[in-house]
């Protein structure tokens, strides 16, 4: 069974750092690009950013280019999201995504196959 498990979600002022992570089975995780996704109350799920399957690559949005990094260990099948400066409008529910066969990284939703079942990320003032 193919599943994505996103942990670390919660509670925080603007100005800090929160850590995302996302537990990947029942997959060959190495052959997967792996993105993360966020969707604010009233508002369209949005790409956040995405790594490719060796770790090289990886394409950010612009809303939040140089506060986030993604990072993933494909010995533990794990993809991270560091995310720093914090912001209230980064308040939203973060999914985790994989997407296979795709050589690089994508922003586009349709790309991605499987899904996790989301964390909560509050950016309080």
């Known amino acids: 069974q193919v599943q994505l498990v996103e942990s670390g979600g919660g509670l925080v002022q603007a100005g800090g750092s929160l850590s995302l992570s996302c537990a990947a089975s029942?997959?060959?995780?190495?052959?997967?690009?792996m993105g993360w996704f966020r969707q604010a109350p009233g508002k369209e799920r949005e790409f956040v950013c995405a790594i490719n399957e060796r770790g090289i690559s990886t394409r950010y949005a612009d809303s939040v280019k140089g506060r986030f990094t993604i990072s993933r260990d494909n010995a533990k099948a794990t993809v991270s999201l560091q995310m720093n400066s914090l912001r209230v409008e980064d308040t939203a529910v973060y999914y985790c995504?994989?997407?296979?066969?795709?050589?690089?990284?994508?922003?586009?939703?349709?790309?991605?196959?499987?899904w996790g079942q989301g964390t909560q990320v509050t950016v309080s003032s």
């Open positions: 029942g997959l060959r995780f190495r052959a997967y690009t």
């Open positions: 995504a994989a997407a296979s066969f795709l050589k690089g990284t994508s922003g586009e939703q349709n790309d991605y196959n499987t």
